[in-house]
């Protein structure tokens, strides 16, 4: 059995999770604050929320030494009981925290084997520290980088890169159904710091193009029901998309053109991904640029063009995690 901890902010944990379960031989429990998802058919563990107010946000951080444990909070205490359970009654062989240092310390400290999934950006903080120490093997979804930094170098806890997956591997891409001179804007829901104004100066200075928005609270979104964001990456010839990982990978599999533009996030890790990005040969932005930018960038990313994602999405990402997860289990199974 393995234990799978999908933290509860925004889509993409719960997106990784579903991809890599469709390839494990070991059976697999979800263990979550967010909502079952749909289509979900093994194990899930309910857990409580551990931000419901009231909470002593002075002491979340313990000082400096973890990330969230506010004190005397019923919600983090059930769910951290709700968790020991489950390992008391399951055995698992091992738990993949998506991400939490305090669950990954929390099932080590049960003498559970954990793996940890990386995240880029500059996280040498001590609670990151310590999840990394922790964890028998860091599950990295993006190519090992062309230029690792200092720090990524002095690893010491294990490194497996097995390139970025999505919910779209494996499906037929083709570059003749694309509209010549059509942009798709794709961002998330986890929020944005791109405004309307942006998007329309974007469109202003851009004639000949024809833009299509996938944007979640943007008034240029298309009215009505959301497109299905596979049609949607099809019809486009350049994909504009913000730099968090599961967007990244899904324009990836569509093997399209893209400009990605990092937002503002913790730890800089949309800026990192941009970094590794632009080594691969993608147009890819640390912020949003100023209006007059756009119709080189378009240009560029056209005579980019989607071969350069091969290596970052090789199309097999899920299936590698899977590959490796199951024989960590298998070897690390409770006797």
């Known amino acids: 059995m393995i234990g799978w901890y999908v933290h509860h902010h925004g889509a993409g944990h719960a997106q990784r999770l579903a991809a890599v379960a469709e390839h494990l031989r070991t ?8 909502p079952r998802p749909a289509g979900w058919t093994q194990g899930w563990v309910q857990l409580e929320r551990d931000d419901a107010e009231p909470v002593d946000r002075p002491s979340a951080s313990a000082r400096g030494a973890l990330h969230w444990v506010p004190r005397h909070h019923a919600g983090l205490l059930g769910r951290s009981a709700a968790l020991v359970r489950w390992l008391e009654e399951a055995r698992p062989s091992l738990v993949v925290t998506d991400v939490s240092v305090e669950v990954t310390a929390l ?4 003498g ?19 999840g990394r120490d922790l964890a028998e093997a860091l599950l990295a979804p993006w190519p090992a980088p062309r230029h690792p930094r200092p720090d990524e170098q002095r690893a010491r806890t294990p490194v497996v890169h097995v390139g970025a997956f999505s919910r779209f591997d494996g499906r037929p891409t083709s570059h003749e159904s694309s509209e010549p001179g059509r942009v798709l804007v794709l961002w998330g829901s986890g929020g944005r710091d791109v405004s309307d104004d942006d998007l329309r100066a974007a469109v202003d200075a851009t004639p000949g193009w024809t833009w299509e928005h996938l944007v979640p609270g943007s008034a240029l979104a298309t009215a009505g029901p959301r497109p299905d964001v596979w049609e949607a990456l099809q019809r486009a010839e350049v994909v504009v998309v913000h730099g968090g990982h599961n967007a990244v990978a899904e324009v990836a599999a569509a093997r399209r053109a893209a400009v990605v533009v990092a937002q503002e996030r913790p730890f ?9 990005l632009r080594a691969e040969g993608l147009v890819a932005l640390d912020a949003w640029p100023a209006a007059r930018e756009w ?27 899977a590959a490796f997860l199951d024989e960590a289990a298998e070897r690390w199974e409770a006797r």
Do not use: F, I
């Open 27 to 34: 059976p697999v429990t979800a263990l979550s604050s967010a």
């Open 107 to 110: 099932v080590r400290l049960c």
């Open 112 to 130: 559970v084997p954990v793996v940890v999934a990386a995240m880029l950006g500059d996280r040498d903080d001590t609670p990151h520290r310590l």
């Open 268 to 276: 800089e890790e949309q800026v990192r991904r941009a970094e590794l």
């Open 295 to 321: 119709p080189a960038l378009l240009q560029r990313a056209r005579e980019v063009g989607g071969a350069p994602w091969e290596r970052w999405a090789p199309g097999d990402g899920a299936r590698r995690a």
